[in-house]
């Protein structure tokens, strides 16, 4: 590989690249992101590779293997170039037709297009799909466009010419001002400004530096790290060697958690180009800074996302915090100052560098500069990873971008920030999106999960889970979040199994104040933020479970049975057939009864019972009618009855 | 694992003790537990207490230390597969199998285990199994699936 030793020969390198490329050449681009290669990805690639091949197409037409585009819900992605043909759900027994069509006729098959559900259209290309149209895609638009392999797909789309210009023609110092005057705020959660935490590291005195990238995404529902360090690891790569110029840093680290194999490899191979060419390692450039990287994968704690835990995982102990009298900025990693920032905040640099600050700040509100990459998730019907201008209200995320809630349902909230955040209710939704925003309707950034909820999800069950999660996931140093955080979980699940009491609420709330109050990390200090959003906008569903005994939901296990209505079944039996528990009885002409004593509520004869007959009820908070029996069990049918 | 291979892994990651947690990982991967003896050695070639290696193989999810069935089942639990069902896919699991999180069963078949998040949200509730993921899991289609595995 050409080792490159000055900004011009970067951009001679690069022009060479284009040159050898014909932008008129059928490229055939495949989402390899976890989401895709999940619903059969790889198949399909091998599939279009040997389709090519057979049809004698292999000089004409190339294919690869991309990043994450967002769209996770269709997958597999393909997107065919020059004309950016977009299909999805693409299976390998759709390859030939596609090569044969599209790629020889240049014709569009109809049924692989997306239809917009709301107004049957069909989106030939990417940007006609709704999903996309609506965003504002500065950091993931390139997914699509770079096999994340390949550091010459980086290089062809401007990549490192950023650190050409850092390193070329601006001072450390002007670097760091840039980033300052950007605003940028951390895309891990707090949103603490870059460049104020980056300042605080250069000025310290001590000589030995690090910069480090967050990658341990460990939020329950947040995936957007993960696409963007699978799929185009340059692009923070990039971002930390400008980082470590800017604040003096020769070291640079990067945590990722063992869940992301995918993410591990790839930023493995990138590391590996970059140093070949001479982006990375001695004398970058010829500028005399020298920089290196290393790959430190976690192991599955969700702790070790807080700074200081982090640091103590990288130095080979048990990830556990610290109080942080001193901040890490100052004293981090081994003892020296350290700048950690997520994975997203470092692939924003680049961007600032290129277009600058001023381009920066013009996109989002007041406090919350630039966009902001969120996963959108849960009930709704365009799950996926969706970049957005801060400052667009949730109602725009959710209904515009995501399509709204599936199967004709009811929105009943949105979970923003993950187990640190809270539950915002439909009263909210105009409500714009930005740190601080966020924070006055008792929520948070967070690292940018987005869980949405319809009215079968259950509050009080939704606050259980996130303060389970933490209890298994708290490091166990400082008792009110090992402690506290496990008796609120014990009082949740008591009140979810219809065996709360009176008093229960007020002693949720002085367990949760005092882990806000005198938790070591963020941790124990966020923890009950779920608990305390919910109960102040869904009060009444903890009263309901407490006083009614009923879950209004529809949700919780032992607050609900599942009840046979005999005016509406008629004895097709899949339910009899497919109940795990053995618990149903029924026969030919029999109305189906379901034995409550051997139910195992798993909701399964809900789930197979046609649509046309529509005969399994859930109920709650009433006795479970007595079954049918004698003649009354019998079913007439229609034919029969004259 | 005999000893001489678990030296050649401190030797990848040059011997060094903030290599613990790395080298750790790779004794895992290869042997998918980590027995006493691996630990000693381990403890004593990286000088490194033994209170400390234990400290770090009980501290981290990813680690056990007794063996593990043939077939590693996870569950995830993460929000969006929560709030598409993913407890009642637990649920199958547990009674197909006849154990719990953290457990193996008694023929060293499947090792059940929860995780957070595996990334995959939008195909939620999600299934791993030695490392295939199975998407839009539900407890029909679950049981279809565990009785494949031998």
Redesign the interface.
């Known amino acids: 590989m050409t080792r490159l030793n000055s900004p011009e020969e970067l951009e001679g390198f690069r022009q060479e690249i284009l040159s050898r490329r014909d932008p008129d050449k059928p490229c055939i681009s495949i989402c390899a992101g976890?989401?895709c290669?999940?619903?059969g990805a790889l198949e399909v690639i091998a599939a279009f590779k040997a389709e090519i091949e057979k049809q004698g197409l292999a000089a004409t037409v190339d294919t690869k293997g991309t990043g994450c585009p967002g769209f996770?819900?269709r997958?597999p992605v393909v997107v065919i170039y020059p004309e950016e043909i977009c299909y999805l759900q693409v299976m390998p027994e759709d390859v030939p037709e596609i090569i044969s069509q599209t790629v020889k006729e240049k014709k569009v098959v109809d049924r692989l297009l997306y239809v917009d559900p709301a107004t049957g259209e069909k989106a030939v290309h990417e940007y006609d799909i709704s999903f996309y149209r609506n965003q504002e895609r500065n950091v993931i638009c390139n997914n699509i466009k770079i096999d994340s392999k390949n550091i010459d797909d980086y290089l062809a789309n401007g990549g490192y010419s950023a650190l050409g210009e850092a390193l070329g023609s601006m001072t450390p110092v002007e670097v760091l001002e840039e980033v300052k005057k950007a605003n940028l705020r951390g895309r891990g959660g707090a949103g603490f400004p870059a460049g104020v935490k980056w300042e605080g590291s250069r000025n310290a005195p001590d000589p030995v530096k690090y910069v480090i990238v967050n990658a341990d995404?460990?939020?329950?529902?947040?995936?957007m790290d993960?696409a963007v360090l699978e799929g185009n690891p340059h692009s923070v790569l990039e971002g930390l060697i400008i980082g470590g110029y800017a604040i003096g840093a020769q070291e640079g680290y990067i945590y990722v958690r063992?869940?992301?194999p995918l993410a591990v490899e790839n930023i493995t191979l990138a590391i590996q180009q970059a140093e070949a060419c001479g982006l990375l390692g001695e004398n970058i450039f010829g500028s005399g800074y020298n920089f290196r990287v290393f790959v430190?994968?976690?192991?599955?704690?969700?702790v070790c996302g807080e700074s200081t835990a982090l640091m103590t995982?990288?130095?080979?102990?048990?990830?556990?915090p610290r109080p942080k009298y001193v901040r890490s900025n100052v004293v981090g990693l081994w003892g020296h100052p350290t700048v950690l920032n997520n994975v997203e905040t470092w692939a924003n640099v680049p961007l600032i560098i290129n277009k600058g600050a001023d381009w920066f700040t013009s996109i989002g509100t007041e406090s919350s500069k630039g966009t902001k990459i969120f996963?959108l998730?849960?009930?709704i019907a365009n799950?996926?990873l969706v970049e957005v201008p801060m400052g667009i209200s949730l109602r725009d995320i959710v209904f515009k971008i995501g399509g709204g809630i599936p199967g004709g349902k009811k929105f009943k909230a949105v979970?923003t920030g993950?187990p640190s955040g809270g539950c915002i209710p439909e009263s909210l939704l105009d409500l714009p999106v930005g740190f601080d925003e966020l924070t006055a309707a008792g929520s948070m950034m967070g690292s940018g999960?987005m869980?949405v909820?319809d009215e079968d999800?259950c509050m009080v069950d939704?606050a259980r889970?996130?303060v389970k999660?933490l209890t298994d996931?708290s490091?166990g140093k400082c008792v009110p979040c090992r402690e506290g955080l496990r008796q609120m979980d014990n009082i949740l699940t008591r009140i979810t199994e219809g065996k709360g009491g009176e008093g229960d609420i007020e002693l949720l709330e002085a367990l949760a104040e005092t882990a806000q109050e005198a938790s070591l990390c963020a941790l124990g200090k966020s923890a009950p933020n779920p608990f305390l959003s919910t109960l102040q906008y869904f009060r009444d569903e903890y009263e309901a479970h407490i006083k009614e005994k009923r879950c209004p939901a529809l949700s919780c296990k032992e607050l609900i049975a599942y009840v046979i209505d005999p005016e509406q079944c008629r004895a097709c039996q899949l339910c009899v057939k497919?109940c795990?528990a053995g618990a149903i009885d029924g026969g030919k002409d029999l109305v189906s009864i379901i034995d409550q004593e051997k139910c195992?509520k798993?909701?399964?004869c809900f789930?197979?019972c046609p649509p046309r007959f529509n005969a399994v009820r859930k109920i709650s908070g009433e006795p479970v009618p007595p079954p049918v029996s004698g003649e009354a069990r019998k079913i007439v049918r229609g034919g029969k009855e004259s | 694992m005999d000893n001489e291979r678990i030296d050649q892994i401190i030797e990848k990651h040059h011997g060094?003790?903030?290599?613990?947690?790395?080298i750790?990982?790779d004794i895992q991967e290869e042997n998918h537990w980590l027995p006493k003896e691996a630990l000693d050695r381990v403890s004593e070639k990286l000088q490194?207490p033994l209170t400390?290696v234990r400290?770090?193989a009980t501290?981290?999810?990813?680690?056990s230390t007794v063996p593990k069935g043939r077939h590693q089942v996870h569950v995830c639990?993460?929000?969006?597969?929560?709030?598409?069902?993913a407890n009642?896919v637990l649920?199958?699991v547990e009674?197909m199998t006849g154990i719990k999180p953290g457990e193996t069963d008694l023929d060293l078949k499947f090792s059940l285990e929860t995780?957070?998040?595996?990334?995959?949200?939008?195909?939620?509730p999600?299934m791993e199994i030695d490392g295939k993921?199975y998407?839009k899991a539900?407890?029909?289609k679950t049981?279809d699936v565990l009785k494949k595995y031998e």
């Open positions: 976890s989401g290669v999940a619903s996770c819900e997958g995404e460990g939020d329950p529902g947040a995936f993960r063992h869940e992301y430190n994968q976690g192991a599955g704690a969700f995982s990288i130095e080979g102990r048990a990830g556990e996963s998730v849960g009930k799950t996926g979970q993950g999960g869980i909820m999800t939704t889970y996130f999660f996931e490091c497919k795990p195992t798993c909701g399964t789930e197979v | 060094a003790s903030s290599a613990l947690i790395q750790l990982l490194v400390t400290h770090a501290f981290y999810k990813v680690f639990l993460g929000t969006a597969c929560h709030v598409r069902g009642r649920d199958t009674e995780v957070n998040c595996l990334g995959c949200c939008a195909l939620g999600v993921v998407g539900t407890p029909s049981i």
